[in-house]
Protein backbone atom coordinates (compact mmCIF):
# COMPACT_ATOMS: atom_id res chain seq x y z
CA UNK A 1 0.00 0.00 0.00
CA UNK A 2 1.52 3.63 -0.80
CA UNK A 3 1.44 5.86 1.98
CA UNK A 4 -0.47 9.05 1.39
CA UNK A 5 1.61 12.19 1.18
CA UNK A 6 0.27 15.74 2.03
CA UNK A 7 2.75 18.89 1.31
CA UNK A 8 2.14 22.30 2.31
CA UNK A 9 3.46 24.56 -0.71
CA UNK A 10 3.90 27.94 1.25
CA UNK A 11 5.19 29.94 -2.22
CA UNK A 12 6.22 33.16 -1.54
CA UNK A 13 4.22 33.90 1.75
CA UNK A 14 4.93 34.21 5.33
CA UNK A 15 7.66 35.85 7.90
CA UNK A 16 9.47 34.84 10.65
CA UNK A 17 6.96 35.75 12.88
CA UNK A 18 3.93 34.01 10.96
CA UNK A 19 5.89 31.01 10.21
CA UNK A 20 6.13 30.63 14.36
CA UNK A 21 2.43 30.67 14.87
CA UNK A 22 1.60 28.14 11.93
CA UNK A 23 4.22 25.80 12.96
CA UNK A 24 3.34 25.74 16.52
CA UNK A 25 0.18 24.85 15.18
CA UNK A 26 0.67 22.36 12.67
CA UNK A 27 3.22 20.83 15.66
CA UNK A 28 -0.06 20.82 18.21
CA UNK A 29 -2.25 18.87 15.54
CA UNK A 30 0.22 16.22 14.27
CA UNK A 31 -0.89 13.56 16.51
CA UNK A 32 -4.08 13.48 15.68
CA UNK A 33 -2.79 12.79 12.06
CA UNK A 34 -2.69 9.06 11.70
CA UNK A 35 -2.56 7.71 8.23
CA UNK A 36 -0.77 10.64 6.23
CA UNK A 37 2.98 11.65 5.94
CA UNK A 38 3.22 15.12 5.87
CA UNK A 39 5.51 17.72 4.78
CA UNK A 40 5.77 21.53 4.55
CA UNK A 41 8.02 23.68 1.53
CA UNK A 42 8.75 26.69 2.75
CA UNK A 43 10.53 29.70 1.10
CA UNK A 44 14.15 29.32 0.96
CA UNK A 45 14.84 31.66 3.51
CA UNK A 46 13.21 29.86 6.25
CA UNK A 47 14.28 26.10 5.26
CA UNK A 48 16.33 26.51 8.12
CA UNK A 49 13.80 27.30 10.76
CA UNK A 50 11.31 25.18 9.95
CA UNK A 51 13.45 22.54 9.83
CA UNK A 52 14.31 22.86 13.24
CA UNK A 53 11.29 23.70 14.86
CA UNK A 54 9.89 20.33 13.23
CA UNK A 55 13.12 18.61 14.60
CA UNK A 56 11.85 15.58 16.70
CA UNK A 57 8.61 15.41 14.50
CA UNK A 58 6.75 13.47 11.67
CA UNK A 59 6.85 16.90 9.96
CA UNK A 60 9.24 16.69 6.84
CA UNK A 61 10.86 19.38 5.25
CA UNK A 62 11.07 20.45 1.62
CA UNK A 63 12.72 22.98 -0.99
CA UNK A 64 9.69 24.75 -3.86
CA UNK A 65 13.08 24.67 -5.85
CA UNK A 66 16.42 23.56 -6.87
CA UNK A 67 19.11 24.56 -9.04
CA UNK A 68 20.53 21.89 -11.40
CA UNK A 69 24.03 22.61 -10.62
CA UNK A 70 26.47 21.71 -7.28
CA UNK A 71 27.61 25.09 -6.63
CA UNK A 72 29.53 27.71 -8.65
CA UNK A 73 28.83 31.16 -9.79
CA UNK A 74 24.86 31.20 -10.32
CA UNK A 75 23.87 34.31 -8.06
CA UNK A 76 20.74 34.18 -6.52
CA UNK A 77 20.07 30.34 -6.54
CA UNK A 78 20.34 27.14 -4.16
CA UNK A 79 21.68 23.70 -4.80
CA UNK A 80 21.17 20.56 -3.68
CA UNK A 81 23.72 19.84 -1.07
CA UNK A 82 22.22 23.19 0.53
CA UNK A 83 19.40 21.95 0.64
CA UNK A 84 20.11 18.42 2.24
CA UNK A 85 22.72 20.63 4.40
CA UNK A 86 19.77 22.95 6.29
CA UNK A 87 17.67 19.81 6.48
CA UNK A 88 15.45 19.20 3.76
CA UNK A 89 14.08 15.94 2.26
CA UNK A 90 12.01 16.99 -0.51
CA UNK A 91 12.02 19.31 -3.54
CA UNK A 92 9.78 20.74 -5.57
CA UNK A 93 10.19 20.60 -9.21
CA UNK A 94 8.55 21.96 -12.67
CA UNK A 95 5.98 23.85 -10.44
CA UNK A 96 3.41 25.52 -12.94
CA UNK A 97 4.60 28.81 -11.44
CA UNK A 98 8.14 27.88 -11.95
CA UNK A 99 7.09 26.93 -15.90
CA UNK A 100 4.79 29.88 -16.56
CA UNK A 101 6.59 32.63 -14.90
CA UNK A 102 10.23 31.93 -15.12
CA UNK A 103 10.14 30.20 -18.60
CA UNK A 104 11.35 26.70 -17.05
CA UNK A 105 11.39 24.02 -20.14
CA UNK A 106 10.35 20.44 -19.52
CA UNK A 107 14.05 19.48 -20.06
CA UNK A 108 14.64 22.06 -17.33
CA UNK A 109 12.65 20.50 -15.14
CA UNK A 110 14.37 17.32 -15.57
CA UNK A 111 17.76 18.48 -15.03
CA UNK A 112 16.63 20.07 -11.62
CA UNK A 113 14.56 16.60 -11.03
CA UNK A 114 18.34 14.84 -11.52
CA UNK A 115 20.04 17.15 -9.57
CA UNK A 116 17.83 16.47 -6.81
CA UNK A 117 17.90 12.66 -6.89
CA UNK A 118 22.50 12.87 -7.41
CA UNK A 119 22.01 15.29 -4.20
CA UNK A 120 20.24 12.95 -1.71
CA UNK A 121 16.52 14.70 -1.95
CA UNK A 122 13.00 13.30 -3.12
CA UNK A 123 11.91 14.96 -5.87
CA UNK A 124 8.08 16.39 -6.23
CA UNK A 125 7.15 16.44 -9.80
CA UNK A 126 4.81 18.80 -10.93
CA UNK A 127 2.65 18.05 -14.01
CA UNK A 128 -0.85 20.01 -15.29
CA UNK A 129 -2.15 20.97 -18.35
CA UNK A 130 -3.80 24.74 -18.64
CA UNK A 131 -7.29 25.39 -19.27
CA UNK A 132 -6.60 25.97 -22.82
CA UNK A 133 -4.66 22.14 -23.11
CA UNK A 134 -7.99 20.84 -21.22
CA UNK A 135 -10.47 22.46 -23.59
CA UNK A 136 -8.50 21.56 -26.97
CA UNK A 137 -8.21 17.97 -25.03
CA UNK A 138 -4.83 17.55 -25.00
CA UNK A 139 -4.47 17.00 -21.41
CA UNK A 140 -2.44 13.78 -21.64
CA UNK A 141 -0.36 14.83 -24.07
CA UNK A 142 0.59 17.40 -21.90
CA UNK A 143 0.94 15.17 -19.22
CA UNK A 144 3.16 12.43 -21.27
CA UNK A 145 5.45 14.89 -22.63
CA UNK A 146 6.28 16.63 -19.09
CA UNK A 147 7.00 13.12 -17.56
CA UNK A 148 8.77 11.68 -20.71
CA UNK A 149 11.35 14.65 -20.18
CA UNK A 150 12.15 13.31 -16.67
CA UNK A 151 11.78 9.32 -18.17
CA UNK A 152 14.22 10.01 -21.11
CA UNK A 153 16.86 11.86 -18.80
CA UNK A 154 16.81 9.56 -15.29
CA UNK A 155 14.98 6.50 -17.09
CA UNK A 156 11.69 5.10 -15.15
CA UNK A 157 13.01 3.55 -12.20
CA UNK A 158 13.77 7.05 -11.00
CA UNK A 159 10.46 8.41 -10.76
CA UNK A 160 9.65 5.16 -8.56
CA UNK A 161 12.21 6.85 -6.13
CA UNK A 162 10.10 10.24 -6.37
CA UNK A 163 6.80 12.34 -5.88
CA UNK A 164 4.34 13.18 -8.38
CA UNK A 165 2.06 15.87 -8.33
CA UNK A 166 -0.84 16.25 -10.91
CA UNK A 167 -1.84 20.03 -10.52
CA UNK A 168 -4.16 20.92 -13.62
CA UNK A 169 -3.31 24.67 -13.89
CA UNK A 170 -6.67 26.11 -13.84
CA UNK A 171 -7.24 24.69 -10.50
CA UNK A 172 -3.87 26.10 -8.70
CA UNK A 173 -5.04 29.57 -6.82
CA UNK A 174 -8.65 29.60 -8.19
CA UNK A 175 -10.93 27.76 -5.88
CA UNK A 176 -11.87 25.56 -9.18
CA UNK A 177 -11.19 22.25 -7.65
CA UNK A 178 -10.95 19.47 -9.94
CA UNK A 179 -13.92 17.08 -9.49
CA UNK A 180 -12.70 13.85 -8.01
CA UNK A 181 -13.29 11.92 -11.23
CA UNK A 182 -11.77 14.03 -13.37
CA UNK A 183 -8.54 14.44 -11.33
CA UNK A 184 -8.88 10.11 -10.63
CA UNK A 185 -8.85 9.98 -15.01
CA UNK A 186 -5.50 11.59 -15.18
CA UNK A 187 -3.76 10.21 -12.14
CA UNK A 188 -5.13 7.04 -13.61
CA UNK A 189 -3.81 7.96 -16.70
CA UNK A 190 -0.07 8.66 -15.20
CA UNK A 191 -0.11 5.55 -13.67
CA UNK A 192 -1.00 3.05 -16.57
CA UNK A 193 1.67 5.14 -18.66
CA UNK A 194 3.97 4.29 -15.92
CA UNK A 195 2.85 0.81 -16.18
CA UNK A 196 3.67 -0.12 -19.55
CA UNK A 197 7.54 0.88 -18.32
CA UNK A 198 7.70 -0.86 -15.06
CA UNK A 199 4.75 -1.81 -12.99
CA UNK A 200 6.67 -2.04 -10.12
CA UNK A 201 7.60 1.69 -10.40
CA UNK A 202 3.39 2.58 -11.58
CA UNK A 203 2.73 0.44 -7.95
CA UNK A 204 4.44 2.63 -5.89
CA UNK A 205 5.13 6.08 -6.52
CA UNK A 206 2.70 8.75 -4.68
CA UNK A 207 0.59 10.58 -7.34
CA UNK A 208 -0.46 13.53 -5.26
CA UNK A 209 -3.38 15.93 -6.48
CA UNK A 210 -2.72 19.91 -6.32
CA UNK A 211 -5.20 22.36 -6.97
CA UNK A 212 -7.55 24.30 -4.79
CA UNK A 213 -7.43 21.16 -2.05
CA UNK A 214 -9.13 22.16 1.23
CA UNK A 215 -10.96 20.63 4.35
CA UNK A 216 -13.81 20.25 3.04
CA UNK A 217 -12.53 18.61 -0.67
CA UNK A 218 -9.80 16.36 0.71
CA UNK A 219 -11.78 13.40 1.95
CA UNK A 220 -13.31 12.91 -1.33
CA UNK A 221 -10.48 13.65 -3.21
CA UNK A 222 -8.30 11.55 -1.38
CA UNK A 223 -10.76 8.67 -1.38
CA UNK A 224 -9.46 8.26 -5.23
CA UNK A 225 -7.87 5.31 -6.02
CA UNK A 226 -4.69 6.52 -7.82
CA UNK A 227 -5.13 9.86 -5.63
CA UNK A 228 -2.76 9.31 -2.79
CA UNK A 229 -2.37 12.69 -0.92
CA UNK A 230 -1.83 16.38 -2.38
CA UNK A 231 0.20 19.17 -2.55
CA UNK A 232 -1.31 21.87 -0.82
CA UNK A 233 -0.89 25.72 -1.72
CA UNK A 234 -3.30 28.28 -0.32
CA UNK A 235 -5.09 26.18 2.72
CA UNK A 236 -1.12 24.88 3.97
CA UNK A 237 -1.11 28.68 5.34
CA UNK A 238 -3.35 28.14 8.40
CA UNK A 239 -2.51 25.09 10.61
CA UNK A 240 -6.33 24.50 11.37
CA UNK A 241 -7.23 23.86 7.75
CA UNK A 242 -4.25 22.14 6.82
CA UNK A 243 -4.23 19.10 9.40
CA UNK A 244 -8.05 18.95 8.42
CA UNK A 245 -6.63 18.17 5.16
CA UNK A 246 -3.75 15.97 6.46
CA UNK A 247 -6.13 13.99 8.32
CA UNK A 248 -8.57 13.33 5.69
CA UNK A 249 -6.72 10.16 5.01
CA UNK A 250 -7.20 9.02 8.13
P1 LIG B 1 -3.64 26.07 -4.19
O1 LIG B 1 -3.86 24.96 -3.19
O2 LIG B 1 -3.51 27.42 -3.55
O3 LIG B 1 -4.62 26.01 -5.31
O4 LIG B 1 -2.19 25.80 -4.85
C1 LIG B 1 -1.88 24.53 -5.31
C2 LIG B 1 -0.44 24.48 -5.63
O5 LIG B 1 0.02 25.12 -6.56
C3 LIG B 1 0.43 23.67 -4.77
O6 LIG B 1 1.69 23.53 -5.32
Same mark, same amino acid.
Given at each position: ???????G?W??????????????????????????????????? %??AK? /???A?? #?????? +? &? !?????????H?????G??????G????????????????????D????F?????????????????????????????????????I??????A??????? %????? /?????? #?????? +? &? !????????K????????????????????K???????????????????????????????????N
Amino acid at each position: MRQPLVAGNWKMNGSAASIDTLMAGIKQGLAEVKQAAVAVCPPYV %YIAKV /ADLAKG #TKLAVG +A &Q !DINDQESGAHTGEVSGPMLKDVGCRYVIVGHSERRAIYGESDDDTARKFAAARKFGLTPILCVGELLEEREQGITEDVVNRQLDAVIKLEGIKAIGEAVIA %YEPVW /AIGTGK #TASPQQ +A &Q !DVHAFIRAKLAKLDKAVADKVQILYGGSVKGSNAVELFGMPDIDGGLIGGASLTADEFLAICRAPN
